[in-house]
């Protein structure tokens, strides 16, 4: 590639746990107001993501229609398609209302593929209605399987809201021998054209790796998790920070035809310290001219 010559590839946005509805009744709550504030980042970017994954906790309560339709109506401002997955705080039968377009599988849970960016994306619905915690049943797992037989050559990009690993933080990890996280590893590992997982839930910026592949955690639009990985005792409250109040966050995937390459960032205005001037020109020519003759 030449200098100046466009970089080839695809860019996704991904932005996960908007819990509209938290303060409930109230259309401006802080959350709406922290997703506007992502969605209009993402829509004055230059190149623009044209593809944004949503990948669960949309709402706070799983049957509040309401805060569907208004999450709905503000992602729509995102100036492209959208790929919604569930979490842990969804409601299938609420989602299913005014998401009537997103499709399910044959047993109801909203699992489904699409190709874009020279990707194929495979959105798995991991809620369980009795839990916190992320589940896979024998028939999703089943249904990732038939996906992963039927194209093995292309690359593929799986999503899904619950990190399948020990994240250090107690309270928001899964565990290697938990049933669902050895369904899917075992699905995946012989899969070669799985390029990479992405995940929420947790409310923090997480790079790891699952059955060999990278594994990318990505933040909230809504208030983040402290980090915090000291043990923590359920039967002694200890006073210790657990949300904090600070920018709203979204993911960039950057896919160039070989590996998946994840950008965190923050939707607030940046202070710069230094700009693109004739001053640094010759940096950035330097840069740019020394790059492939290492």
């Known amino acids: 590639m030449t200098v100046g010559e466009h970089r080839p590839g695809a860019l996704i946005a991904q932005i996960t746990d908007l819990h509209i509805g938290f303060d409930r009744g109230n259309p401006h709550e802080l959350n709406v107001r922290r997703l506007s504030m992502v969605i209009d980042r993402l829509n004055a970017m230059t190149p623009r993501p044209t593809l944004l994954i949503v990948s669960g906790d949309i709402v706070e309560w799983p049957d509040d229609i309401d805060a569907y339709r208004h999450a709905k109506a503000l992602v729509a401002r995102f100036e492209g398609p959208v790929a919604w997955a569930m979490g842990n705080h969804d409601g299938r039968e609420a989602f299913a209302a005014v998401f009537p377009e997103v499709p399910s599988d044959p047993h109801g849970f909203v699992q489904y593929e699409l190709d874009h960016g020279g990707l194929r994306w495979l959105m798995l619905d991991t809620l369980d209605d009795a839990r916190h915690g992320g589940m ?39 565990l290697s021998g938990e049933k669902w996280v050895r369904r899917l590893h075992r699905a995946i590992s012989p899969a070669r ?6 995940a929420g839930h947790v409310h923090r910026p997480i790079a790891t790796s699952f059955a060999g592949r990278t594994l990318a955690v990505v933040p909230s639009t809504a208030p983040g998790l402290a980090l915090d990985l000291d043990d923590i005792d359920p039967a002694h409250p200890d006073n210790r920070p657990l949300i904090l109040l600070d920018s709203p966050h979204y993911a960039l995937h950057y896919w160039n035809g070989e590996r998946l390459l994840t950008h965190f960032d923050r939707a607030e205005p940046d202070n710069a310290l230094a700009r693109y001037t004739s001053n640094l020109q010759p940096m950035i020519r330097e840069f740019l001219t020394e790059r492939g003759t290492g």
């Open 193 to 198: 054209q799985v390029v990479g997982l992405l």
């Open 136 to 174: 896979l049943c024998t028939k999703r797992i089943g249904w990732l399987k038939a996906r992963l037989a039927e194209r093995r050559r292309d690359p593929t990009v799986i999503v899904l809201h619950h990190p399948p690993v020990d994240t250090g933080i107690d309270w928001m990890s899964a």
